[in-house]
């Protein structure tokens, strides 16, 4: 049995090693590449679309802000924010402020506009996409949940090794500042 068992562990082993290998250039990588995609396209949307956000009430310190300098700011920061993603650059600051951007898009975009009556309300609104009855919305602040997940091992360990980060890193160090 234990002839049979050796060889299994042996290449297990080494899928293992090479699996450690490849995440440390892929998995960050993805992350930033889809996150990037996603924030891209929702700030080009907002470049060449209409200002909506009068509609809604921001939190504060954004409420102090007028519904154009929201936009602005929404719109800019996610395709900047992007773009620095996707290359892999500030990639913890960026990730911190896209959270920021997320969490109030959340806040004045995706949650009921007359709250929360149970705990089954906030359960009932996580979902994809609207669900509307009798004039009443919920839902629609998954994907944005899912985001702000996506964006924490981006905050706490950088752009990974297939970043900017890690390129001008290792070239600072390199050179006698």
Request: aromatic share 14%; charged share 15%.
């Amino acid at each position: 049995m234990e002839s049979l068992i050796r060889p299994i562990l042996n290449i297990e082993g080494r899928v293992r090693t090479w699996l450690n290998v490849a995440g440390g250039y892929v998995s960050l990588l993805v992350l930033r590449l889809l996150l990037g995609y996603e924030y891209l396209d929702s700030g080009l949307a907002k470049l060449g679309g209409t200002n909506w956000f009068a509609r809604i009430d921001f939190p504060f310190p954004f409420s102090l802000l007028s519904a154009d300098a929201n936009w602005f700011l929404a719109t800019w920061f996610e395709i900047v924010g992007a773009v620095l993603l996707i290359v892999g650059f500030a990639t913890r600051y960026v990730s911190m402020c896209l959270i920021v951007v997320t969490l109030v898009a959340i806040y004045a975009a995706h949650l009921p506009t007359d709250g929360f009556g149970s705990i089954s309300d906030i359960f009932d609104g996580y979902r994809i996409s609207r669900q509307c009855e009798d004039g009443v919305c919920t839902g629609n602040y998954k994907l944005p949940v899912i985001f702000l997940v996506m964006f924490i091992p981006l905050a706490f360990s950088g752009g990974g090794k297939l970043s900017a980060d890690r390129w001008l890193g290792s070239r600072l160090q390199g050179s006698k500042l």
